[in-house]
């Protein structure tokens, strides 16, 4: 049997990753692996990252990498979104496409999306989700283009993971285990139950991580990132005197913060247990003291990620930045249980036509052949054959009246969506996260930073303003029931820091931020300060149909009166 080669290529944001897998008989080892850096600045636009990862596989190209092999690529971890739904199984294929447009903070037509079952419990079945927007996708596409690459499938990073941690443990974990992933451009954790899998995307990048650190050593972005690797150490007890330990802590704690909330959602939604063991990967994975600190803080094993161990021929070397790029191989090959394809679904057709293109063309032409003969022998009869195509005629008629039926439906569909003026901002509000952000981090002074945020939805701040009400016997506090108001994101929970003096930054601050599209400003809900920086905790008010008013006021004013709650 011929060797096949299948090649997983992971597109970092500071490093192209490349695993170059040859599998024979059903047995796999890695034939090569490649890790590039991109050498781009952190603050770099997607122009300087485009341009040096093209440069990256041109050079790959050239040296024949890529030769006689099928090809995945990892969309870009920052921009894809994976969600975990619980759905009826016998209504599975119906539910579906109406809870991913709830789920997705972008409407359907603009992603290309695909999905798995993971699991099952009792009617339901677990769903896991990914997705990216097709702009992001067609950006892919062209870069691969110009590097003269034509993938055979896009492979989500969270998920390949997911998939190279089950190969690792032999097709299941026997008790439930995670592996998280500590980026440069996103962060992830993937729990692994039995077979079945689980992802929850972390809000702390190692980009920021660096751009914060940076601002507090007063370095270049260059000699922090040497000086992170090399020096600082967040084991208890190291970073006491130290204020780069001291910030990375920070990082990390906010880290141990999303993955405790994450945990809480796994076990109410999924009925899922805390895992056993985390495994930890990452370039920033391997700053000294980080498997200590989330061991102490998460009460739980933590190990550095070695896939190394599950294929033979991988380098020990590359273990902490192979796991996308392997995982990515390892199932387009077809060795692990799930798959996801980004790939555009008029793309996925192509390549299968182009696959089974001789085998329609050798099918065709013993077709003609066959009724050539037949006509030639006398054995078609004029009156049978008319009789049929008389029958297929009425029952292609009678499919187009279906299909003009059923487009009918989905157009009426459409069109209710669209006049549902609370849902498309139900659905705008989900993107929030990233531009609120975004927006946020681009206002901020140059010795200030982000260190983590979280969406609050009205939920949290009605819930302790009717507990407040209660307590003080108030009857009259309003009773609201309506789950998408309740649901609805009115506030960003931002946690940060500063080198410089807090009391002159917070005006700047507060300039700006009023100036932010969908935001009408900020209150301090806490203050930590230190000799070098002084650590702070916001809670910034949203505007989002940008009346000039925050809109946990106008919630407040149509359901409960004039009075405030959570200020």
């Known amino acids: 049997m011929a060797v096949k080669r ?27 692996f490649l890790c590039e850096p991109t050498n781009i600045a952190t603050d770099a636009d997607d122009d300087a990252w485009r341009s040096a990862t093209g440069a990256i596989l041109q050079g790959w190209r050239e040296k024949k990498v890529f030769a006689n092999a099928s ?8 921009h894809a979104l994976t969600r975990s739904l619980k759905l009826a199984t016998a209504t599975l294929d119906q539910q579906l496409p109406a809870e991913a447009r709830q789920q997705l903070p972008f409407p359907l037509e603009e992603l290309e999306w695909d999905y ?3 699991g099952t419990e009792g009617d339901n079945s677990q769903i896991s989700l990914a997705a990216v927007k097709s702009n992001i996708i067609d950006t892919i596409l062209d870069l691969l283009g110009e590097a003269g690459i034509e993938p055979d499938a896009i492979d989500c990073g969270a998920m390949a993971l997911g998939n190279l941690l089950l190969l690792s443990q032999g097709g299941s974990c026997k008790a439930p285990t995670a592996i998280l992933s500590i980026g440069a451009a996103a962060s992830n954790l993937v729990i692994i139950d039995g077979t079945r899998l689980w992802v929850r995307t972390i809000p702390v990048t190692g980009v920021s991580l660096i751009s914060s650190l940076s601002k507090v050593l007063g370095k270049t972005e260059a000699e922090t990132r040497a000086l992170l690797f090399s020096s600082v150490n967040v084991a208890a007890g190291e970073a006491e005197t130290d204020p780069a330990a001291k910030n990375v802590q920070v990082a990390l704690g906010r880290i141990v913060m999303e993955i405790t909330r994450s945990l809480t959602f796994y076990r109410s939604q999924f009925g899922g247990e805390k895992p056993e063991r985390f495994h930890v990967t990452g370039a920033y994975s391997t700053v000294k003291g980080v498997t200590a600190y989330l061991a102490e803080k998460l009460k739980a094993e933590v190990v550095p990620f070695a896939p190394s161990t599950a294929i033979p021929g991988a380098d020990a070397k590359y273990d902490n930045v192979a796991g996308e790029a392997m995982g990515a191989a390892v199932t387009l090959a077809g060795l692990t249980p799930y798959r996801f394809n980004l790939l555009p679904k008029d793309v996925q057709w192509q390549h299968s036509f182009d696959t089974k293109k001789p085998w329609l063309l050798a099918a065709l032409y013993l077709l ?12 078609v009869r004029k009156g049978a054959v008319g009789s049929r195509a008389l029958a297929a005629t009425d029952a292609l008629e009678r499919a187009q009246g279906y299909h003009t039926q059923i487009a009918a439906v989905a157009k009426e569909i459409d069109s209710q969506l669209g006049e549902d003026e609370h849902l498309r901002a139900i659905l705008w509000e989900r993107a929030i996260y990233s531009d609120g952000i975004q927006n946020l981090a ?6 200030s930073w982000l260190s983590g945020a979280r969406i609050v939805p009205f939920r949290e701040i009605y819930e302790q303003e009717r507990t407040s009400a209660e307590t003080a016997g108030d009857q009259s506090f309003a009773q609201i029931t309506d789950e998408n108001v309740l649901s609805r994101p009115v506030r960003i929970f931002v946690s940060g820091g500063t080198s410089g003096t807090w009391t002159e930054q917070q005006n700047a601050l507060r300039e700006a931020i009023g100036k932010l599209p969908n935001i009408t400003g900020f209150k301090e809900r806490a203050l930590k300060p230190y000799k070098q920086y002084t650590l702070f905790e916001l809670d910034v008010d949203l505007d989002w149909d940008r009346n000039g008013v925050a809109d946990i006021d106008d919630i407040r004013q149509t359901y409960m009166g004039s009075k405030r709650p959570g200020r």
């Open 442 to 447: 681009s206002v901020l002074p140059t010795n």
């Open 368 to 379: 003609v052949a066959t009724f050539a003969a037949l006509a030639a022998l006398g054995f």
């Open 71 to 78: 090809i995945a690529v990892t969309a870009p971890s920052a």
């Open 116 to 118: 798995q079952t993971v």
């Open 6 to 32: 299948f090649i997983g290529i992971d597109l970092g944001r500071e490093a192209v990753k490349c695993a170059v897998l040859a599998v024979e008989k059903g047995a796999a080892r890695v034939e090569t």
